[in-house]
């Protein structure tokens, strides 16, 4: 039932080239930092990755990026990361480009044992009809375009039918979390973590702050034990160690102001 291991390396065993790896966190927020960073050393490549992003130049999945270690993207936004869209326009990088709640959705049925789900967002659009640019070629023609979904009639109203998004491995970032697997999530870095990690044969998460099981409210855990493979726990400078996509600043108010 122990499940903690305190190497990045041991921590991402098993991970080879080719691999399907569903990775957590939104924007920079709650992104597992530390084991993008153990794939980026130990070089691996051809990776499909799914995330709602990549990161941002040099940052998170961005690492990979720049190293052309991912081939493939399956994610929601391009924004923040002027690589990506340079390799995604460049015919590069493939990218298949999904509504962020389907995504997300996508990877729940994956964890949940649901082949395919039918869904009302998309359709009407290019989503529904096939022809999106997955990946471009040279010319800046399209090389690999989406195809059409199956689109079928229910209650009067039409819907999508999408597939789920199961993945060899993920990779996941918690808060808390305990020997046995259980985790808690911080505010928006809940959006794609949990899901992530059902999705997934094998999944990773490292952790800001190891408990030992018992010390965790059973009603406080966010995701279960079970769908948790390995525990890494991070350093007080690795939990330290996060960034931000933008700061915004305003002038601080002068003293006096108003007398």
Request: charged share 20%; with cysteine; glycine share 12%.
């Amino acid at each position: 039932m122990d499940k903690v291991v305190y190497n990045p390396t041991r921590a991402i065993a098993g991970i080879g080239d080719g691999a399907t790896i569903a990775s957590g966190g939104f924007g920079i927020c709650g992104i597992p930092a530390v084991l993008i960073d153990a794939i980026a050393d130990a070089g691996i490549k051809n990776l499909e990755v799914y995330s709602n992003n990549c990161g941002t130049d040099g940052v998170g999945l961005g690492k990979l990026l720049e190293r052309k270690q991912i081939t493939r993207m399956v994610s929601s936004y391009v924004g923040e990361n002027k690589e990506f869209a340079r390799q995604y326009l460049s015919g590069e990088l493939e990218v298949e480009l999904t509504p962020q709640g389907t995504l997300a959705e996508r990877l729940r049925a994956a964890g949940v044992g649901i082949p395919a789900f039918y869904t009302r967002t998309g359709v009407g659009t290019q989503v529904a009809t096939g022809g999106l640019p997955w990946r471009y070629a040279e010319d800046g023609s399209v090389a690999v375009a989406s195809p059409p979904k199956p689109v079928a009639d229910f209650g009067g109203s039409s819907f999508l039918l999408e597939q789920a998004l199961p993945a060899d491995f993920a990779l996941v970032r918690a808060w808390k979390g305990d020997r046995h697997g259980n985790l808690v999530f911080r505010m928006a870095a809940r959006n794609f973590n949990p899901v992530c990690a059902m999705a997934a044969k094998t999944a990773v998460a490292e952790v800001e702050h190891l408990v030992e099981p018992g010390d965790l409210d059973p009603d406080s855990i966010h995701l279960p034990g079970v769908y948790i493979d390995r525990v890494l726990p991070l350093t007080t400078a690795q939990v330290a160690d996060k960034g931000m996509e933008r700061l915004t600043t305003r002038p601080r108010p002068s003293e006096f102001r108003g007398e």
